[in-house]
């Protein structure tokens, strides 16, 4: 009897249409009986079945018995395979007589005609066809060799599913006793018979079994597949509002920082004015009162500069963000921009305790905004004086090819690898705020203008060893963003 595991073992292979509309297509590896009454219910099941084959490239094996002989197959099929002169030519087709197949040496070799099939299939492969089909009736069959022919059909049916092979059984039912019937469904995957114009097939109870069973586990596997689409779908649908509600959160943010941006600007401006006009007075007051203030005017200015430069970070950002910002593009020497750069920080610089020299290479024009330039490069020095205070500073600006590169090397505490894998986020920062201030917007804002020039940007660096921070924009820049 054909075992469940062996069921499953046909499904997964390919199909071949059987020819019979009752059956449809089939795995290889089929073996099923034909039960027939008349010779017209054998003609009925053979003849689509072996056309269809011939048409599916596969190689075909009649093996025919009384009262149904060579000829005669080869008449019913050449009435409905109008080529069959040119397949039999090919040798796609044999019809033989069962005495040249079962009987070839003088009595039944069940392992023989097996092996016959076997081979059969290896010379049908190696010429290129899909597998072998065949059909052998079993009429000549005497009562006496039954029982072994039984036991060969059982190895038939456990050989078989191995193999590029199907296989339909032709039983007459006037020559089968009651109990050889049980013996030929119990034999063969399932039964198929032609009776008054009308198909039946008798599926044996272990292959009822193993089909209901791998119905019950597809529906099983469809459900589980349901259940994880489901599963997958909410969860991508709760990633789509998480991630809404970040960008919500983002655009509130940014939103809120250029109001508050704005809103300081005036207050700011305000007291730069005022500042300038206590300067003013205490300018023209007795030298005892200037020389107590100056200081401490001094270190207002500082402070009120620190925060005008906080609030023009943070204008920048949403200028940014928002693809709001604008370039003036102009001729420029970038040489000349650094060293009036230096100058102007040189009170930073001397606060610091921090030596800078500029060295310059070649022509270094080029098409830039002069200011956004600028703010690069003082945020560049500014964040030199910040980690490498006390420490020389070294500033390097070169032509190199169609660019024009400038690098700023500091010799402080460096930066972990870690650290410059998110060096140029925003809000990003190298070391802890409450040491060193800042927002850390400046290597942020700093990327997003050299890339808006069509530049790059780059830091190496190892802790403990400094850090080169190098520029490098195109000498000619398209003015479009």
Not at 323 to 337: I, N
């Amino acid at each position: 009897m054909v075992s469940p595991e062996r069921i499953f073992h046909v499904h997964a292979q390919a199909l071949t249409p059987s020819g019979i509309p009752a059956i449809g297509a089939i795995p290889w590896g089929s073996h099923f009986c034909n039960f027939y009454s008349t010779a017209e219910d054998l003609v009925d099941s053979l003849v689509p079945f072996f056309k269809a084959g011939l048409e599916h490239n596969e190689q075909c094996l009649w093996i025919t018995s009384e009262p149904f002989g060579v000829e005669d197959a080869k008449t019913a099929l050449r009435n409905a395979v109008p080529r069959l002169e040119m397949y039999f030519e090919e040798g796609r087709i044999d019809i033989l007589d069962h005495r040249e197949w079962y009987l070839r040496s003088g009595d039944t070799d069940a392992a023989g005609v097996l092996q016959g099939w076997i081979d059969r299939k290896e010379q049908a492969r190696a010429h290129g066809r899909a597998g072998l089909r065949l059909t052998g009736n079993t009429f000549w069959l005497e009562s006496k060799d039954w029982k072994d022919f039984a036991d060969y059909e059982a190895t038939v049916n456990a050989t078989f599913h191995q193999h590029e092979i199907v296989a339909m059984c032709s039983y007459c039912l006037h020559r089968c006793e009651p109990m050889g019937i049980l013996d030929v469904v119990r034999n063969h995957q399932f039964a198929v018979a032609r009776r008054e114009g009308e198909w039946e097939v008798l599926e044996s109870a272990s292959l009822k079994i193993a089909k209901e069973e791998l119905r019950r586990l597809n529906a099983q596997l469809e459900r589980r597949v349901m259940e994880r689409t489901a599963a997958l779908e909410a969860a991508l649908q709760e990633r789509a509002r998480a991630e809404q509600d970040a960008l919500a959160a983002v655009r509130a943010r940014d939103e809120f920082l250029s109001l508050a941006s704005h809103e300081l600007k005036t207050p700011l401006t305000s007291l730069r004015l005022q500042l300038e006009l206590v300067k003013s007075a205490v300018t023209s007051a007795d030298g005892e009162v200037a020389h107590r203030l100056t200081p401490k005017l001094q270190t207002m200015e500082r402070q009120l500069l620190r925060l005008n430069t906080l609030n023009g970070s943070l204008l920048d950002v949403t200028t940014l963000d928002s693809g709001q910002l604008h370039l003036d593009f102009q001729q420029m020497d970038l040489a000349t921009l650094v060293r009036e750069a230096v100058e102007r920080l040189e009170p930073d610089f001397a606060r610091a305790g921090c030596e800078v020299r500029v060295e310059v290479e070649g022509e270094t024009l080029g098409c830039w905004d002069p200011l956004r330039v600028d703010q690069i490069v003082v945020n560049l020095l500014s964040n030199a004086i910040k980690y490498g205070a006390g420490k020389p500073i070294q500033l390097r600006v070169q032509r190199s090819g169609e660019c024009v590169t400038l690098e700023v090397t500091d010799q402080g505490m460096g930066i972990s690898p870690e650290a410059r894998s998110r060096l140029f986020r925003k809000f990003a920062r190298t070391a802890p705020a409450q040491h060193y201030g800042g927002l850390g917007l400046g290597l942020y804002i700093s990327r997003m203008l050299v890339e808006a020039m069509r530049g790059t940007i780059r830091v190496d660096s190892q802790l403990g060893q400094g850090a080169t921070f190098t520029v490098s924009l195109p000498c000619s820049v398209s003015q479009e963003r």
